[in-house]
């Protein structure tokens, strides 16, 4: 089985967590004959925010604001 592109972030505290960020396919052109990955570190950043309710503060990836806080 093929599976599509993800990337994955680790929590930047000894939590554990990990998940895998889905990467969004683009279409190059209009006749949908070509496309890559979507590998925009800012979009990803945003997936991990609005998707799995991670915290990301200066540049570091936290799995809860829990965690954040330590």
């Not at 990337?7 to 895998?20: A, L, R």
């Not at 889905?22 to 070509?34: A, E």
Request: negative net charge; proline residues 1%; contains cysteine.
């Amino acid at each position: 089985m093929i599976h599509d592109a993800t990337v994955e972030v680790t929590c930047d505290n000894d939590c554990g967590e990990s998940v895998h960020v889905d990467l969004d396919w683009v279409y190059r052109s209009y006749d949908g004959n070509s496309g890559y990955y979507d590998q925009d570190e800012a979009k990803t950043v945003r997936k991990l925010v609005d998707d799995h309710d991670w915290v990301v503060r200066d540049g570091k990836h936290f799995c809860s604001p829990e965690c954040a806080a330590r």
